[in-house]
């Protein structure tokens, strides 16, 4: 099994920054994509970004430019750094990840149990 353990959340008023991280352990042959999800109040889970395990990057058009994804493969953690929030921002945010666990060849989606988000005008 792998666990992932989301951290940062908080409350931060318009224009501040927060930054999240979501670190992966247990059985962990390789870690593909890992993705940032939000979801607000009476809204689906939608994508914020993506990152490969090479370092590429997908942003969602909302948050480009002001959110950045990285990761430290190392240590099997990604981050989301979160500057200019605005209160549309706030909602939970999942982190996920794409793991080929050792002993199966096929990959599996993890989740974390989410982080509040909220910020404030």
């Known amino acids: 099994q792998v666990q992932l353990v989301e951290s940062g959340g908080g409350l931060v008023q318009a224009g501040g920054s927060l930054r999240l991280s979501c670190a992966a352990s247990?059985?962990?042959?390789?870690?593909?994509?890992m993705r940032w999800f939000r979801q607000a109040p009476g809204n689906q889970r939608e994508l914020v970004p993506l990152i490969s395990s090479g370092g590429n990057t997908n942003y969602g058009g909302s948050v480009k430019g002001r959110f950045t994804i990285s990761r430290d493969n190392a240590k099997n953690t990604v981050y989301l750094q979160m500057n200019s929030l605005k209160p549309e921002d706030t909602g939970v945010y999942y982190c996920?990840?794409?793991?080929?666990?050792?002993?199966?060849?096929?990959?599996?989606?993890?989740w974390g149990q989410g982080t509040q988000v909220t910020v404030s005008s």
């Open positions: 996920q990840a794409i793991v080929v666990n050792y002993g199966n060849s096929r990959q599996y989606q993890y």
């Open positions: 247990g059985n962990i042959f390789r870690i593909n994509d």
